[in-house]
T-cell receptor, first 116, second 114 residues
Framework: ETGVTQSPTHLIKTRGQQVTLRCSSQ?????VSWYQQALGQGPQFIFQ???????GRGNFPPRFSGLQFPNYSSELNVNALELDDSALYLC???????????????FGEGSRLTVL | AQSVTQLGSHVSVSEGALVLLRCNYS??????LFWYVQYPNKGLQLLLK??????LVKGINGFEAEFKKSETSFHLTKPSAHMSDAAEYFC????????????FGTGTQLKVEL
C-alpha cells in the first residue's frame, strides 16, 4: 500500500469539457508530480508541485494546470479536453522536493480518463 | 535532453529462467536511473535505483541492475523468474536539478510461462 490515493478512478468526458483529478499524497511527502500514461506508452511528466508552487513542467500545453494545497494534496485540471487526452493520469508523491536530487516516487493507481 | 530506449516490448521466459530486460539511456548530464514495475490496474512501484553510488544495484523481489556508462545501459536482471514477476517494467532516467521529472521508456511486458 503506497498511501497515495487518487480520485476518481474512472471517468468519461466529451471533447471541450473540463476535468479535475485529485490526489492525496503519502503522509509526510511534500512533493507531488503528475504523469500522463497513454495506452501502450510509458508515463510522461506533466508537472511537479513543491510547497504549493509549480517548479517543473513537461511538454504539456497551458490547458493542463494544477494546484497543491497546504496539506500537500493536489489537483490536476485539464480544460478544453481533446480526444488525445484519453489516458491514465498518475500522481506520485515524494519526500524529497525542489529541483534537487530525484527521490523515490510513490505512485497512486491512477485516474483513467476517456474523452469521447 | 534525456531519453530511454527499452529493447523488446514483450519478453517471455519460462519459470525459473533468467530474466533480462534491456534499457539504454541518453543523457547530457550524469543520470539517475530507475526501474519501475506496474501490475495490471495498479500504479508504478520502484524496483531499484542508481544514483551514482555502486554500479551494481540490488532491488526488491530479487531484481538487480548494472549501470554501464561505456554502454549507456542499465539492464534489469533476475536469476530465476517467478510467475508473480509477470508485469510491465519501465526504465526511467532523471538528473540532479530535475526534481521528480523522470523520462520513462515505453515499457517491456514480461510474461512468465510454466
Amino acid at each position: 500500500e503506497t498511501g497515495v490515493t487518487q480520485s476518481p478512478t474512472h471517468l468519461i468526458k466529451t471533447r471541450g469539457q473540463q476535468v479535475t483529478l485529485r490526489c492525496s499524497s503519502q503522509s509526510g511527502h511534500n512533493t507531488v508530480s503528475w504523469y500522463q500514461q497513454a495506452l501502450g506508452q510509458g508515463p510522461q511528466f506533466i508537472f511537479q508541485y513543491y510547497r504549493e508552487e509549480e517548479n517543473g513542467r513537461g511538454n504539456f500545453p497551458p490547458r493542463f494546470s494544477g494546484l497543491q494545497f497546504p496539506n500537500y494534496s493536489s489537483e490536476l485540471n485539464v480544460n478544453a479536453l481533446e480526444l488525445d487526452d484519453s489516458a491514465l493520469y498518475l500522481c506520485a508523491s515524494s519526500l524529497l522536493g525542489g529541483t534537487g536530487v530525484t527521490g523515490e516516487l510513490f505512485f497512486g493507481e491512477g485516474s483513467r480518463l476517456t474523452v469521447l | 535532453a534525456q531519453s530511454v530506449t527499452q529493447l523488446g516490448s514483450h519478453v517471455s521466459v519460462s519459470e525459473g529462467a533468467l530474466v533480462l530486460l534491456r534499457c539504454n539511456y541518453s543523457s547530457s548530464v550524469p543520470p539517475y536511473l530507475f526501474w519501475y514495475v506496474q501490475y495490471p490496474n495498479k500504479g508504478l512501484q520502484l524496483l531499484l535505483k542508481y544514483t551514482s553510488a555502486a554500479t551494481l544495484v540490488k532491488g526488491i523481489n530479487g531484481f538487480e541492475a548494472e549501470f554501464k556508462k561505456s554502454e549507456t545501459s542499465f539492464h534489469l536482471t533476475k536469476p530465476s523468474a517467478h510467475m508473480s514477476d509477470a508485469a510491465e517494467y519501465f526504465c526511467a532516467v532523471g538528473f540532479t536539478g530535475g526534481g521528480n521529472k523522470l523520462t520513462f521508456g515505453t515499457g517491456t511486458q514480461l510474461k512468465v510461462e510454466l
